[in-house]
């Protein structure tokens, strides 16, 4: 009888914390409402503004995992320290998912001369999520 209860708590504590692991690597990749609604393209670029070779990539593999359609990435010389989203096409509630799925700030810089909804600029408190595992 007391082996089955020991067994049974190590089993229940087990469960909790794969549980627990599960939920902080599901928070550290991004709020799970922070998606491309369906059917609707929201065009984005990424610009690293990091020392870190290859962060806009991760970024827009990340960016398109959530459903946004990255049309372009590169690099620009202005180093920053926190990322930034511009919203570009003055549909703030797009910049808004961008920025939640980034958890960066939102600013609006309406450019109507770029053919773009949101310009995502990368910081260094920006990490990215752990790579997922294809076998």
């Known amino acids: 009888m007391i082996v089955a209860a020991l067994v049974l708590g190590f ?75 511009l919203d570009r096409s003055s549909h703030p509630e797009w910049a808004f998912l961008v920025g939640r799925a980034m958890k960066a700030k939102v600013s609006a810089q309406p450019d109507s001369s770029r053919y773009l909804d949101v310009t995502v600029i990368l910081g260094a408190d920006w990490r990215p999520p752990p790579k997922p595992f294809y076998p």
Do not use: C, H, Q
Not at 18 to 38: F, N
Not at 49 to 76: C, E, H, K, M, Q
């Open 11 to 85: 089993v229940s504590w087990v469960g909790w914390r794969e549980w627990s692991r599960r939920a902080e690597e599901a928070e550290r990749y991004g709020p799970a409402d922070a998606r491309a609604p369906t059917g609707t393209r929201i065009k984005v670029e990424v610009m690293n503004a990091t020392r870190t070779r290859g962060l806009a990539r991760r970024a827009t593999r990340y960016l398109r995992d959530r459903g946004f359609d990255v049309v372009g990435s590169g690099t620009v010389s202005e180093r920053r320290d926190s990322t930034l989203v």
